[in-house]
């Protein structure tokens, strides 16, 4: 047979796979058109302007006098001994850098923090007390230009907080980690005239400066470089592309409908495949005891017995010595195996129903 037929059908199956492939493509295609028509893309917006800053803040560690080290002060990044410190001088810098002039307020302070932390039985540090003590108060500017600088100077009296948190160990008895932290604040509002209110931007600074040790070491504790891009805002729902969304969803219905046809189709050649593989695979296992025949006999003048297994046939076949006839009822779904003896046929059926493993879902 079908040697032909076989590579009709696998043909057929590969092209369906192929169709099935391109549907599963173009189907991702709307679903991103979908998702790309209602997502809110800050990037689609106009640029209305860029600005980058930069922070720094730096100190000395001013010393008592002593026999020991001949300089007033030590620089940064240095090991420390509490006992010879007498202050420490904090400078501070911002520079801010619009690409267009904005008309912006903006508001500094400066803070130090005691605090005491006390470490817990399962090594879990909580902060048992703090207390802020303002070394700059809040003040606020107003203006209208591309660049904003602030550049302050501070003195931290380091012996104050010290005394400050060994009277707060002595008086509740506890042994805490106590430091006090230095920081810069500073908040930018402002935008131009064609988009107000449209920049938000808040820098802190910090020094973590540890107390209660016979030695300390100064933590830094910023970022001291950033850049941002400001965009248009979208009205509401302009981030909403109307036909866009229409199309994809459209789109996507027509390839689940194709999707659902064209699966089908390749389960039911799948299963013509199996099957003519099976019928391919009988003929020419047995191709000297079977026969090809055209035509149908006339089975009304038979008593017909059904055969469930080919095997079964065969073996009825080498008990009688007669040949099998195959018959192909519907081409590429349903062949007839028959042996006539007498007044008995016996057939054995094959069809591409019997592969139900291959059934729809």
Same mark, same amino acid.
């Given at each position: 047979?079908? +040697?032909?037929?076989?590579?009709? %059908?696998?043909?057929?199956?590969?092209?369906?796979?192929?169709?099935?492939?391109?549907?599963?493509?173009?189907?991702?295609?709307?679903?991103?058109?979908?998702? $790309?028509?209602?997502?809110?893309?800050?990037?689609?917006?106009?640029?209305?302007?860029?600005?980058?800053?930069?922070?720094?803040?730096?100190?000395?560690?001013?010393?008592?006098?002593?026999?020991?080290?001949?300089?007033?002060?030590?620089?940064?990044?240095? +090991?420390?001994?509490?006992?010879?410190?007498? $202050?420490?001088?904090? !400078?501070?810098?911002?520079?801010? +850098?619009?690409?267009?002039?904005?008309?912006?307020?903006?508001?500094?302070?400066?803070?130090?923090?005691?605090?005491?932390?006390?470490?817990?039985?399962?090594?879990?540090?909580?902060?048992?007390?703090?207390?802020?003590?303002?070394?700059?108060?809040?003040?606020?500017?107003?203006?209208?230009?591309?660049?904003?600088?602030?550049?302050?100077?501070?003195?931290?009296?380091?012996?104050?907080?010290?005394?400050?948190?060994?009277? *707060?160990? =002595?008086?509740?008895?506890?042994?805490?980690?106590?430091?006090? @932290?230095?920081?810069?604040?500073?908040?930018?509002?402002?935008?131009?005239?064609?988009?107000?209110?449209?920049?938000?931007?808040?820098?802190?600074?910090?020094?973590? #400066?540890?107390?209660?040790?016979?030695?300390?070491?100064?933590?830094? !504790?910023?970022?001291?470089?950033?850049?941002?891009?400001?965009?248009?805002?979208?009205? @509401?729902?302009?981030?909403?592309?109307?036909?866009?969304?229409?199309?994809?969803? &459209?789109?996507?219905?027509?390839?689940?409908?194709? *999707?659902?046809?064209? &699966?089908?189709?390749?389960?039911?050649?799948?299963?013509?495949?199996?099957?003519?593989?099976?019928?391919?695979?009988?003929?020419?296992?047995?191709?000297? #005891?079977?026969?090809?025949?055209?035509?149908?006999?006339?089975?009304?003048?038979?008593?017909?017995?059904? %055969?469930? +297994?080919?095997?079964?046939?065969?073996?009825?076949?080498?008990?009688?010595?007669?040949?099998?006839?195959? =018959?192909?009822?519907?081409? @590429?779904?349903?062949?007839? *195996?028959?042996?006539?003896?007498?007044?008995?046929?016996?057939?054995?059926?094959?069809?591409?129903?019997?592969?139900?493993?291959? $059934? $729809?879902?």
């Amino acid at each position: 047979m079908k +040697q032909k037929n076989e590579n009709k %059908i696998i043909l057929k199956q590969w092209v369906q796979v192929f169709i099935l492939l391109l549907i599963l493509a173009t189907m991702a295609f709307a679903i991103w058109l979908i998702v $790309r028509s209602v997502s809110q893309d800050e990037a689609q917006g106009k640029e209305l302007y860029n600005y980058d800053y930069n922070s720094n803040i730096s100190y000395k560690v001013y010393l008592k006098k002593n026999q020991f080290f001949t300089n007033s002060y030590l620089g940064m990044n240095k +090991q420390y001994i509490t006992s010879l410190i007498d $202050r420490i001088e904090v !400078d501070t810098k911002y520079n801010f +850098q619009s690409s267009k002039d904005l008309d912006y307020t903006y508001s500094y302070d400066l803070v130090a923090t005691a605090k005491g932390t006390y470490s817990e039985s399962d090594s879990k540090s909580v902060e048992v007390w703090s207390k802020a003590y303002t070394i700059l108060p809040n003040e606020t500017k107003s203006g209208t230009g591309k660049t904003i600088s602030v550049n302050k100077t501070v003195t931290i009296d380091y012996n104050k907080y010290n005394e400050i948190m060994t009277d *707060f160990r =002595n008086e509740f008895g506890l042994s805490v980690d106590a430091r006090v @932290d230095v920081s810069f604040k500073i908040n930018i509002t402002g935008g131009t005239k064609e988009a107000e209110n449209t920049l938000q931007e808040s820098n802190v600074m910090t020094l973590q #400066i540890p107390l209660l040790k016979p030695t300390i070491e100064i933590k830094p !504790d910023y970022v001291n470089h950033g850049s941002e891009t400001v965009y248009e805002t979208p009205e @509401d729902n302009s981030d909403l592309n109307i036909p866009l969304l229409i199309f994809g969803i &459209a789109l996507l219905i027509l390839t689940l409908i194709l *999707f659902k046809i064209f &699966a089908g189709k390749l389960l039911t050649t799948t299963k013509k495949s199996e099957y003519v593989l099976k019928l391919n695979k009988i003929l020419k296992e047995y191709g000297d #005891i079977i026969a090809e025949a055209d035509n149908m006999p006339d089975l009304t003048k038979y008593d017909l017995v059904n %055969i469930k +297994q080919f095997n079964d046939l065969v073996d009825i076949e080498e008990e009688l010595h007669s040949p099998i006839i195959c =018959n192909e009822i519907r081409e @590429d779904l349903e062949s007839w *195996f028959l042996i006539f003896h007498n007044d008995t046929a016996y057939r054995f059926i094959l069809k591409y129903e019997d592969f139900s493993h291959l $059934r $729809r879902q």
